[in-house]
């Protein structure tokens, strides 16, 4: 393990940049039984990476990362939302996202899950606490005042022509939802980490996240293990609940470990071969494995440390880390366009797009991406989202993060 003096970012000449000590994916649910981090320890000049372990207390979560890195900085990847939708920003008189975070500490309400749209105002957003018959997400939005329903969804959240959408923020109902996961992060983990004035820093926030790497410091991103399949060249076929389907990919986890210069402790060789047990919390190991190859694969400068360069996303939404894929549709812009600061918070992502298209279609791993990448070689505006890319349900199945299409 390096000590606060770290390396340098790859492609970065300046002292004052840092790569991490510690990496770390932690893969979130609102069950602690669920909540798993995988940890790569810097050895030299490779990564040293532990089988995953239960992230036990969340309230000494990010001390006890810290304390591990014994002085070095920590890039910690998050399965779960860090940011809000910006239509739902539009509405709030905090500049930004971090502001909002620490008002949330006066808000004991604001994660208290609404049993009905009676109850829904801007301090208490999620919903619904039980499914109801005709309750819709449409309904929500309304309620907030976010206009339709896609008003819900930040700019990551919104489908592509890589991966079918994602769940929004705020929606709490059924297995494939975040907001959940959300609650019990930043309600247990932030707040009282922002409350102690420890030393985070949340990306994209507070910069590229290489700026943010820094002794003593950890630095949190958003991630989607998900989006790691493709960043790795990894083709999962099946379902990631299956122990075999996790297994059959074994051998493209060991191939994405020696491009990234990373060696697998002997427990953690026997996990990937196995398909990481038979047992429910299998899955929960799998992506944290995923997460923390995709945090590697950012500090080896193989993927962006940035997002797009649109102020709601850099202030108010979030991004997911490494992604570079942008929503397929223009976002619907809020009520009004935002003034703060100084800044001009445009009202929706511009067209063309802030980042290019890639030259070649995405990477094929099953019949759902094959439809899109068709779509999108030949017009991606017309690419429909839903029934494009959330069918079949085969792909939603094997979601990395809980979210609805």
């Known amino acids: ?48 990476l532990a089988p995953p372990c239960p992230v036990g207390d969340v309230a ?24 809000v939708p910006r239509a739902y920003a539009a509405q709030r008189p905090e500049p930004d996202f971090l502001h909002f975070l620490r008002h949330l500490r006066t808000v004991p309400d604001f994660f208290r ?10 301090e208490r957003p999620f919903y619904p606490f039980r499914g109801v018959a005709g309750m819709t997400r449409a309904a929500h939005a309304a309620a907030l005042r976010l206009g339709s329903a896609d008003g819900l969804c ?30 019990a992060a930043w309600r247990d983990m932030l707040l009282p980490a922002l409350a102690a004035s420890q030393p985070i820093k949340l990306w994209p926030f507070a910069g590229p996240f290489c700026s943010l790497l820094a002794p003593r410091v950890v630095a949190l991103a958003e991630t989607y293990p998900a989006e790691a399949l493709r960043h790795l060249g990894i083709r999962l076929k099946g379902s990631k609940r299956r122990q075999s389907d996790r297994a059959a990919v074994a ?7 020696l491009r990234l210069d990373v060696t697998a402790d002997p427990d953690l060789q026997i996990a990937v071969t196995d398909g990481f047990g038979r047992d429910a919390a299998g ?27 649109d102020p709601w996303i850099r202030h108010w939404e979030g991004w997911v880390l490494g992604q570079t894929a942008l929503p397929t549709f223009p976002l619907p812009p809020p009520a009004d366009a935002l003034a703060r ?20 279609p995405p990477q094929i791993t099953n019949k759902a991406d094959g439809l899109a990448a068709k779509a999108y070689a ?3 505006a017309a690419l429909p989202p839903k029934r494009t890319l959330s069918r079949p349900g085969r792909l939603l199945r094997h979601q990395d993060r809980p979210r609805l299409p």
């Open 283 to 309: 899955e929960d190991r799998f992506d944290c494995v995923l997460g923390v190859l995709c945090v590697l694969n950012v500090l080896a400068a193989r993927r962006p440390d940035t997002a797009p360069d």
């Open 1 to 48: 393990m390096t000590g606060a003096a770290g390396l340098r970012c790859a492609g970065d000449n300046s002292p004052s940049q840092f790569t991490a000590s510690i990496a770390a994916h932690a893969d979130w649910s609102v069950d602690p039984r669920k909540r798993w981090v995988a940890v790569a320890r810097r050895c030299g000049g490779q990564w040293r």
């Open 378 to 380: 030949s017009k991606p």
């Open 60 to 83: 000494t979560f990010l001390r006890r990362l810290r304390e591990e890195a014994a002085g070095g900085p920590v890039a910690l990847g998050v399965d779960l939302p860090l940011g």
């Open 251 to 257: 051998a493209g986890l060991r191939d994405a470990m």
């Open 154 to 183: 930040r700019a990551c959240d919104r489908a592509t022509a890589e991966r079918p959408a994602g769940a929004p923020l705020f929606w709490t109902l059924g297995a494939n939802q975040s907001g959940k996961a959300a609650i």
């Open 341 to 360: 600061e100084g800044t001009i918070y445009p009202a929706a992502i511009p067209a063309p797009p802030v980042w290019p298209l890639p030259a070649s």
């Open 113 to 122: 899950v609404c049993a009905d749209l009676a109850e829904l105002r801007p």
